[in-house]
Structure formats: structure tokens, C-alpha cells
T-cell receptor, first 115, second 111 residues
Framework: DAGVIQSPRHEVTEMGQEVTLRCKPI?????LFWYRQTMMRGLELLIYFNNNVPIDDSGMPEDRFSAKMPNASFSTLKIQPSEPRDSAVYFC?????????????FGEGSWLTVV | QKEVEQDPGPLSVPEGAIVSLNCTYS??????FMWYRQYSRKGPELLMYTYSSGNKEDGRFTAQVDKSSKYISLFIRDSQPSDSATYLCAFMDTGRRALTFGSGTRLQVQP
């Protein structure tokens, strides 16, 4: 299996610009998660979906952040407008409830720098 | 009080040493306990998973859970330079299907 695929791997953008991060979960997985990792705050859950429906978005920092999952194989996390404090690594992850265990598989991350 | 507390490290040990990594938690709803390993510039990967108090062994790794004290540990025997990474404890409750992570402990094993 190809694993969770994220793009872009690296993004440098100017403050005020729109940023779109993309994720393809593992085929057959019914949960998708977006996490953000910073030195100060560690790994924080932003939002997660079950069967393409947002379940918990309480971790989304503010209205500048939005996430969508139009189908089972694609999700986006959008930041508009971006700010320097949004600089972080954004991870997408997925899991399935069809097999035993609760393993969540992570992508390689999207490294975002806002200058 | 934070929901999860993890010893921050960094921890530097010589090759062959026994390493102990620890986390405490306050949420009684946590029922699944995991350790993830994260190499530099990579995503976290699952190392150990358990749902009951006691010990679980996998090769050089032992995960220990004490639900009564709300304390989990990961032991690494005969540590190797390839074990150098950040280790994150992670927790899941039965209602919410997402993981709550500790802040991570950076481990460096010196050859």
C-alpha cells in the first residue's frame, strides 16, 4: 500500500496568502485526521472525519482554517489568510475500523513556512 | 493540568543502555495506550499498542501500563543508534476516535 500521501511536502508562502494542503488517505480507511505539530505545542488534532463527514473540528484554531473531504480518497486543509504563526508541520493520518486495533497511519507531513 | 504529561528530554544514552520513557495522563476515559516513534522530518509511526494494565513485550521494546496510577512507560533494551528518534506517547478514549499525544521525548543513542 502507498500509505497516506500528502502534498506539498514543503511550502513557503507570504503572510496573507492562501495555503491549501492536500491528503490522500490509505484506500479503504474510513477515518481521516489532520494534525499540526510545532515545537511549542507538540502534535495537536485539528479536525477529523468519519466517512467523509467532519466529526470534531474543535481543534481548528480559528475561522481562517477550513477542511473538506469531498470523497473518500481526498481531503484538503485550507488556511486563508495565512499568518507567520501558522508555520508548522501539518500531518494527515487515516485509520480503518474494519480490522482490530486502533492504528492510525500518518503521512510524511507538509512543512509550512509563512514569512 | 495538561491531559498528558511526558518527560521532555532530550535523553542521551550510550549504545546498549536500557532506556525508560514515561507519560502520565489525567483522562480516565483513555482506554488505548500507544507509543509512536518519529524520526527526524518523518511522520510518526506506531511502535507499541496496548489496552490493558500490565506489560507487553515486542523484541527489545516493552510497554507498561498502570491504569490505577494513570502512568505508562516504554522500555528499550540494548538500545541502538537506530533508536535515535522522538518517542510520543498517545492515548485514545472509547468515544473519540482520535489520538491525544504527549509532547514527545527526544532520544539520542550514542555509538
Amino acid at each position: 500500500d502507498a500509505g497516506v500521501i500528502q502534498s506539498p511536502r514543503h511550502e513557503v508562502t507570504e503572510m496573507g496568502q492562501e495555503v491549501t494542503l492536500r491528503c490522500k488517505p490509505i484506500s479503504g480507511h474510513d477515518y481521516l485526521f489532520w494534525y499540526r505539530q510545532t515545537m511549542m505545542r507538540g502534535l495537536e488534532l485539528l479536525i477529523y472525519f468519519n466517512n467523509n463527514v467532519p466529526i470534531d473540528d474543535s481543534g481548528m484554531p480559528e475561522d481562517r482554517f477550513s477542511a473538506k473531504m469531498p470523497n473518500a480518497s481526498f481531503s484538503t486543509l485550507k488556511i486563508q489568510p495565512s499568518e507567520p504563526r501558522d508555520s508548522a508541520v501539518y500531518f494527515c493520518a487515516s485509520r480503518t475500523t474494519e480490522t482490530s486495533g486502533n492504528t492510525i497511519y500518518f503521512g510524511e507531513g507538509s512543512w509550512l513556512t509563512v514569512v | 493540568q495538561k491531559e498528558v504529561e511526558q518527560d521532555p528530554g532530550p535523553l542521551s544514552v550510550p549504545e546498549g543502555a536500557i532506556v525508560s520513557l514515561n507519560c502520565t495522563y489525567s483522562n480516565s476515559a483513555f482506554q488505548y495506550f500507544m507509543w509512536y516513534r518519529q524520526y527526524s522530518r518523518k511522520g510518526p509511526e506506531l511502535l507499541m499498542y496496548t489496552y490493558s494494565s500490565g506489560n507487553k513485550e515486542d523484541g527489545r521494546f516493552t510497554a507498561q501500563v498502570d491504569k490505577s496510577s494513570k502512568y505508562i512507560s516504554l522500555f528499550i533494551r540494548d538500545s541502538q543508534p537506530s533508536d535515535s528518534a522522538t518517542y510520543l506517547c498517545a492515548f485514545m478514549d472509547t468515544g473519540r476516535r482520535a489520538l491525544t499525544f504527549g509532547s514527545g521525548t527526544r532520544l539520542q543513542v550514542q555509538p
